[in-house]
């Protein structure tokens, strides 16, 4: 099992930045791939970003390439989403999620762990 936190959320103005973290407890955190994941109302659950246990291989959705950077620290099992140069579309529920295949996935199914989400709010 692995449990998931996360935190950083909140309001910021376009151009803004904020850093999410995601705290994972439980066995074999490092070996996991993780992954970042956002709902606006409304909308569907939709991919944001994700990164390999092994050589921490990164993937974007096009929407944040550029923008946002995922990256891990395993000895403190937390995995972070630095999100630069917010837009008011950015606004979401944000969810980080882990892949016990550890491999690069994009769907949302194939992640087997998930947090309770963090509010960010773009504002124009």
């Known amino acids: 099992q692995v449990q998931l936190v996360e935190s950083g959320g909140g309001l910021v103005q376009a151009g803004g930045s904020l850093r999410l973290s995601c705290a994972a407890s439980?066995?074999?955190?490092?070996?996991?791939?993780m992954g970042w994941f956002r709902q606006a109302p409304g909308k569907e659950r939709e991919f944001v970003a994700t990164?390999?246990?092994?050589?921490?291989?990164?993937y974007y959705a096009d929407s944040v390439k550029g923008r946002f950077t995922i990256s891990r620290d395993n000895a403190k099992n937390t995995v972070y989403l630095q999100m630069n140069e917010l837009k008011p579309e950015d606004t979401a529920v944000y969810f980080c999620?882990?892949?016990?295949?550890?491999?690069?996935?994009?769907?949302?199914?194939?992640?087997?762990?998930w947090g309770q989400g963090t509010q960010v709010t773009v504002s124009s």
């Open positions: 990164i390999t246990w092994s050589l921490s291989n990164t």
């Open positions: 439980g066995r074999t955190f490092s070996r996991y791939a």
């Open positions: 999620a882990a892949d016990a295949s550890g491999a690069i996935r994009i769907a949302a199914i194939s992640y087997d762990y």
